[in-house]
């Protein structure tokens, strides 16, 4: 739902640079960015197709996004070789597990005999290219955007609602002098 147009615009970049270095579609510029995955490889490499995420921070929230960013574990038992704790048996794999290094689930003691071990826990099992803070810097940067995408005009939005706020308490005073002035002769 993010268009080329509005990005160009609130990045300060013009059309030229946003049409010759982040534009893989050959979409016109005011046009909402299309998903470049075609939908039935994926659906047969992922199991399903990847979601449009330009949404995702409003319906899952950004701490949600954050967190399932940091949650991926190694887990031989799943079809890409991934899990994460945030959303068990997601189809995704880690897309930034170079940077992030590798990550192994802490198991803790079955809930009952025979049951699967819960995971209480991730550890670093092998250090990504940068380091934890950096991942974590990184991260939050894609939320970011992720919540900026869900939402371009966020901010505009905000600083315009306190002049209506201002606006309907001025309104409300006057509102009040008039209904003084109508009743001002009724006692
Ligand atoms: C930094 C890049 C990426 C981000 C921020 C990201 C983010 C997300 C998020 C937030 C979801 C959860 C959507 C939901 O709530 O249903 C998701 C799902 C998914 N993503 Fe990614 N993703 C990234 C890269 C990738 C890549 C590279 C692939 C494929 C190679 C991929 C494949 C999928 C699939 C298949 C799902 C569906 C999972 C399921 O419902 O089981 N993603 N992604």
């Known amino acids: ?3 080329y147009s509005r990005m160009a615009e609130d990045l300060g970049l013009s059309e030229e640079e946003v049409m010759n270095n982040l534009n893989f579609t050959g979409t016109p510029i005011g046009e909402p960015i299309p998903v470049s995955m075609p939908k039935a490889p994926a659906e047969k490499w992922f199991g399903k ?8 921070s409003r319906v899952r929230g950004s701490d949600w996004v954050y967190t399932y960013l940091k949650s991926f574990y190694l887990d031989p038992s799943r079809p890409l ?3 994460n704790t945030l959303f068990p048996n997601a189809s995704m794999p880690n897309p930034l597990w170079e940077m992030q290094g590798l990550q192994h689930a802490v198991h803790g003691k079955p809930d009952a005999p025979g049951a699967d071990a819960p995971v ?3 550890k670093l099992a092998q250090p990504g290219n940068v380091d934890p803070g950096q991942y ?3 991260v939050r940067d894609i939320t970011n955007f992720l919540e900026y995408a869900g939402e371009p005009a ?3 939005r905000q600083k315009l609602g306190v002049w ?5 308490a001025f309104l409300t005073f006057l509102v009040y002098l ?3 002035e109508y009743w001002k002769d009724v006692h």
Request: charged share 20%; proline share 6%.
């Open 178 to 180: 008039l209904k003084k």
């Open 120 to 122: 209480i826990g991730l």
């Open 1 to 3: 739902y993010l268009r």
């Open 136 to 138: 974590d810097q990184t």
């Open 49 to 56: 197709m990847p979601p449009d995420l330009s949404l995702i």
């Open 154 to 156: 966020a901010l505009k």
């Open 81 to 83: 070789g991934w899990n």
């Open 164 to 168: 209506v706020i201002l606006f309907l």
